[in-house]
């Protein structure tokens, strides 16, 4: 079974730092890997999807890579702000996807 | 935009009683999925469809089914409550999985679920 796993469990930066968040997987055999980020007591919000075909993508001041052989992938977070604070889930996707359990970031003004 | 919805917010239920989750999605995606959500454990499978009347379990079925009679909603079931099942439920929805095809999930903005 695929286990996929987030550190830290926890971090927080000063705003205007860049960071990275990591996140790691046993079985490569992925068809895709999707970042998440989930504000408290809220739904999921797709942040960036990366087919197993591709290192990376991005969005904005984000960007996710993708590892494949070393079963890793990043989310770079560029410029931080306060509103970036939330916790941050990775899923690894082949016949479904199996999550992180997070990293809670809080950004502090 | 993709819309995943679910029937309610909050719920709170009684021990014993037979509890109905809903969730609707609007972009014809052949998975759906439930999953709850605890601290710490994070987000774990309780089953999911890849088409209609189809179903398999995932990590956690026990004291659940589910349902699918279109292609648009599926419903979980608790048959009867019990206060371990007190949680955060969100349901998915995504395109079925494929080599070399993007498959993105959406996640409808959950449930949190009581039970006294």
């Known amino acids: 079974k695929q286990e996929v796993t987030q550190i830290p469990a926890a971090l927080s930066v000063p705003e205007g730092e860049n960071l990275v968040l990591n996140c790691s997987f046993t079985?490569?055999?992925?068809?895709?890997l999707q970042w998440f980020r989930q504000d408290p007591g809220k739904g999921l919000t797709s942040l960036l999807l990366?087919?197993?075909?591709?290192r990376e993508q991005t969005s904005g001041r984000l960007n996710a890579s993708l590892d494949k052989s070393s079963g890793r992938s990043t989310l770079y977070i560029a410029a931080s702000q306060p509103g970036d604070s939330a916790t941050y889930l990775c899923a690894v996707g082949r016949r479904q996807f199996y999550f992180g359990t997070g990293t809670s970031l809080t950004v502090i003004p | 935009d993709v819309k995943v919805t679910q029937s309610s917010r909050y719920l709170v239920k009684r021990t014993g009683e037979k509890v109905f989750l809903e969730c609707v999605q609007d972009m014809d995606h052949e998975n759906m999925f439930w999953y709850r959500q605890d601290p710490g454990l994070g987000l774990r499978l309780i089953y999911f469809s890849y088409d209609v009347k189809m179903k398999e379990k995932g990590d956690i079925p026990e004291g659940y089914s589910v349902s699918r009679e279109k292609k648009e909603r599926f419903s979980l079931i608790l048959e009867s409550a019990s206060t371990n099942q007190t949680s955060m439920y969100l349901c998915?929805?995504?395109?079925?999985?494929?080599?070399?095809?993007?498959?993105?999930?959406?996640f409808g903005p959950g449930t949190r679920l009581t039970v006294t």
């Open positions: 990366i087919q197993s075909s591709q």
């Open positions: 079985d490569s055999a992925i068809y895709n």
């Open positions: 998915a929805s995504s395109f079925h999985f494929l080599p070399g095809y993007r498959v993105e999930q959406y």
